[in-house]
Structures are given as structure tokens and as C-alpha cells.
């Protein structure tokens, strides 16, 4: 049978046309990844070794199982938002907003939109949403839930480089927290009832904005406000305690309590017999007298001892501290306050915690407790040698709670003393190392009530990020580009040389 050889213009042509078969056939594979991504956001890796542009373990449980429909929308079109730069020119932290937002989205309660409101009118957006400045070109993205809505600004997502502002006058963004503000945002609006907690300022506090330490401290107004509290503050020298605060948190005061603030204190916990308040008190290590807030402790059944808890358990001190018998793992001692959290193996520690003693425990019971070789370190003066008050074999408290109400405390209110100022200060709390800042959140939903989970998503920057991949995805690069790719183009080869040689 003669078959008709293909002339030298045919083959050409042919050759030409396979070329360009395999270039649309390679971009159609291109287009489609794209539009599956951008219809299925999950479907795109992330291959950054913080996981930058993948959601936390706590956004993704709690999404999973939110049975309240949430809309939220950004108010620019997408590919304005995830291009939008700060004054250094980069865009990439909006990048990424945009990216854990697609996969928010994925979830099944969860819509996200994109509207350009430029060109909307003011009255109209006014008169939909009264409670919204829409005058501020920091508005960014509107959460809403049913009738229930909070604009989050520019301010509320990102943090920006002080250094920048202060040395160029230049907004440059340093880190990103989308995903904590839009998990309280949305336990905000889904609560049944906000809480109220009241941060004391007036005796010379931490969390006093004139004070030298507050920067270590002013997170936690936030940290709070984060998990669906409303948070003020509250000069108890100056102020009434309103009935509507549910909780008080005074810390590290340098002064002590007057009496008429003690007597403030007293009456509002009692709550004209219906109790359900909570007041957290933490010692301040140097006050020069506290003899009326020791009087209205030891009503709560305990004291604050004058020494920090030096741990001789060295299988409970903290790895790399310079003080691991004064920064120590503690264990937990009531599983009441445990309930809700993630997890119970990361550790809290209580560095220069101060000892509470239990005078009646019948009152009150420990939280955070040592092992029984603790000893306390008795506070002394800086050109005194340390003193030790040895263990008894009874382990010591770095935190305990007092608890007083009616007959069988069906209500009831809390008094908690906690030990150690630097477990809640800015680097303990926003550790993910640490359970501190989520046991923290849970001594305060425990004690009033509050079913919800402690939400803590730490904010992420991208400085120094570097790219690396899993094993799964290692296994895939490896098929793709080591056997896929290289046998297609080896078949091509073939293909090609056998049609040249029977030319």
C-alpha cells in the first residue's frame, strides 16, 4: 500500500502546529488553575514557612462550626484592595488580607463581597448604616449580621512602623490582624449580651496611660476587646462603679486603696444580693503599703505573700531563661479555668510571680499552682542577699480565686488574685508559645459566665519570610516537574524525530 509522504512545507506547518498546541494546551492548564483558585480559594498552596497566607488552626475551627450567616464587604473592588500599597509602595500585606479573606469565604456561613463606594452617596450609605462615619477614608470592611453591623478601618487591621512615622512621616505597614479582629467582630455580633470589664487607672496602675510601663501593658484593653468585652476605664478615686460592669481587673497598683474604695469595691461585688461580678487584683511587688487591699483580700479568704515562687523543680523551668527558678512552667490546679482552651499542653509561665496564700478554703481555692519543692523568695532590699522561706512539702500559689454568694452560689461573685504582672504583659500574651493570654480571656469567661471560646490569632508580619514547602507538597513538585513535565517533552521528542525520519 503507497502512502503519500507529507512535502517539506507540510511537515513544517505540522511541526509549527504541535508547538503551538502544546503552548495553548500549557496556558489552557494556566487558565484553569487560575479561575479553580479564585473559584476555590483552599485549592491554592501556601508554601511560606510562617503559613502567611493560610488561616490559624483557631480561625478555621471556629468558622467550621459559626452558626450565625456573616456578610462581610470590602469596600473596593478586589483586584484595587489586594493591590493597594502603604507609602513604601507595597502591596503585599493587603495581598495577603485578601488571601485569608478568599478562604474565610470558602466556610459556609461566611460571604464576602466587594463593593466600590466611591461613587455611592454618602446620605444613602448614612442612612443604611447610621452608626458608620462614612466621612473617614479609613473605612475598609463592613462585618454584618443580620441587623447588627461594625466597620473595621485601616487602623483596626494593620499596625504600622512607629519608626517610619516617626523618622519619614510614612504610613508603612509592619504586621496584619484580619483574622482577629474579624473572629471578635463577629463574636461581638453574635453575642446575646456584652460584657463589661473596667480597667482601674487612678492608683497608679500599669494600665494608667501615665505610667512608665503601660506600653507593656495597653495590649490588654485590646486583648480583651478582642474577645467580645467592652472595655473602659475606671478611676475608682474619682468614678462610681456603674452596675453595668461585670468585671474589674486592677493591676500593679503603686498606691494602695483608700477605704472608700475598698467599701466601692465590696458593695459592687455584692451586687445587692445578686452577685456575678468579678474583681482581678494583681500585686504590684514594690508598693510601699497595702494594708487596705490586704484587709478586703483576706474577706475573700487570701493574702499576697511578700516573695516570689523560686521553683526547684527544674523539670518545670522555662528553657534559655536567665531566672528558670523565677520563670517557671506552672501546672494547673482547677480545671474549671482549663475548660474551653485549645489546649492544656501548652504551658502558662508566671515569671516574679508573688505567692497567694489561702487563709480559708472554704473561700477561696488555688488556680495556678508550683510543685511542692517551691520555695519563697523573700522580697528584700537590691544590696540584700536573697532569703528563702523552704518549702513545707506544700506547694505554693501563683494564682487563686475567692468565691462568695448565696446559700448554694447559684450566683455568686470572684475575687482573683494573680501573682505575676509579667505573665500578662505584652511579650507573654502574644506568645504562641505560651497559653497565658487564652488562659487570661478564660479566667474572665469562666468566672462571669461567658460560654465563649478564648479567641487569641496572633498578628502576622512578612518581614523575613522565606519560602518552603511540606512533604505533600514536595511529593508534588517532585511528580510535576521531575516526571510529568520531563516525560511529556521526552513523548514530544519522539513524536517528532519519528515523523522526521520516515520524512
Not at 64 to 75: A, G, H, K, Q, R
Amino acid at each position: 500500500m503507497n502512502t503519500k509522504r507529507l512535502s517539506l512545507k507540510q511537515r513544517k506547518l505540522l511541526n509549527a502546529g504541535i508547538i503551538v498546541l502544546v503552548v495553548l494546551l500549557l496556558a489552557g492548564v494556566n487558565v484553569l488553575a487560575t479561575v479553580l483558585v479564585n473559584r476555590f480559594p483552599a485549592m491554592e498552596a501556601d508554601v511560606t514557612s510562617k503559613g502567611t497566607y493560610t488561616l490559624n488552626a483557631t480561625t478555621k475551627e471556629y468558622l467550621e462550626y459559626m452558626d450565625d450567616e456573616i456578610t462581610v464587604t470590602v469596600l473596593l473592588e478586589e483586584e484595587s484592595f489586594a493591590s493597594r500599597a502603604d507609602d513604601s509602595g507595597s502591596s503585599s500585606y493587603y495581598y495577603q488580607v485578601n488571601r485569608l479573606l478568599k478562604e474565610m469565604s470558602v466556610y459556609e456561613n461566611f460571604n464576602l463581597q466587594y463593593k466600590d463606594i466611591s461613587a455611592s452617596s454618602a446620605s444613602k450609605l448614612a442612612a443604611q448604616y447610621p452608626d458608620i462615619d462614612w466621612t473617614s477614608a479609613d473605612n475598609l470592611i463592613l462585618v454584618e449580621c443580620g441587623e447588627k453591623y461594625k466597620m473595621l478601618t485601616v487602623n483596626d487591621i494593620f499596625t504600622f512602623s512607629e519608626e517610619y512615622a516617626f523618622y519619614y512621616g510614612a504610613n508603612v505597614i509592619d504586621s496584619q490582624s484580619i483574622e482577629q479582629m474579624t473572629l471578635s467582630t463577629i463574636q461581638k455580633l453574635t453575642a446575646e449580651n456584652v460584657l463589661k470589664i473596667a480597667i482601674t487607672t487612678g492608683n497608679g496602675e500599669f494600665t494608667n496611660e501615665q505610667s512608665t510601663m503601660y506600653s507593656n501593658f495597653s495590649h490588654l484593653s485590646s486583648l480583651l476587646g478582642d474577645n467580645a468585652y467592652d472595655v473602659v476605664n475606671l478611676n475608682l478615686l474619682t468614678e462610681e462603679i456603674s452596675d453595668d460592669i461585670d468585671a474589674i481587673l486592677m493591676l500593679a497598683p503603686s498606691v494602695d486603696i483608700t477605704n472608700e474604695q475598698s467599701e466601692k469595691i465590696s458593695t459592687w461585688l455584692k451586687n445587692d444580693g445578686d452577685y456575678g461580678k468579678t474583681f482581678m487584683y494583681v500585686p504590684f511587688d514594690f508598693i510601699e503599703s497595702d494594708e487596705n487591699i490586704s484587709l478586703l483580700l483576706e474577706q475573700w479568704g487570701m493574702k499576697v505573700q511578700k516573695g516570689y515562687i523560686y521553683e526547684n523543680d527544674l523539670t518545670l523551668s522555662l528553657s534559655g531563661s536567665s531566672t528558670p527558678q523565677l520563670t517557671s512552667i506552672v501546672n494547673y490546679a482547677d480545671e474549671t479555668f482549663t475548660e474551653d482552651l485549645k489546649s492544656t499542653a501548652l504551658p502558662v509561665i508566671m515569671p516574679y510571680s508573688m505567692g497567694v496564700e489561702v487563709l480559708d478554703d472554704k473561700v477561696a481555692a488555688p488556680m495556678l499552682t508550683s510543685s511542692d519543692t517551691a520555695d519563697l523568695m523573700i522580697l528584700t532590699k537590691n544590696d540584700e542577699e536573697p532569703k528563702f522561706e523552704k518549702s513545707n512539702g506544700t506547694a505554693l500559689n501563683y494564682a487563686a480565686v475567692g468565691k462568695k454568694g448565696n446559700d448554694d452560689l447559684s450566683k455568686a461573685s470572684n475575687v482573683v488574685v494573680w501573682g505575676s504582672y509579667d505573665a500578662i504583659n505584652q511579650s507573654a500574651t502574644l506568645s504562641s508559645n505560651f497559653n497565658n493570654a487564652a488562659y487570661f480571656v478564660n479566667v474572665f469567661n469562666k468566672t462571669l459566665g461567658n460560654e465563649s471560646e478564648a479567641i487569641v490569632v496572633e498578628s502576622v508580619d512578612l518581614t523575613f519570610e522565606s519560602l518552603t514547602v511540606n512533604s505533600a507538597q514536595q511529593v508534588s513538585i517532585f511528580v510535576i516537574f521531575v516526571v510529568i513535565v520531563p516525560l511529556a517533552v521526552f513523548a514530544l521528542g519522539i513524536v517528532i524525530w519519528v515523523r522526521r525520519r520516515n520524512k
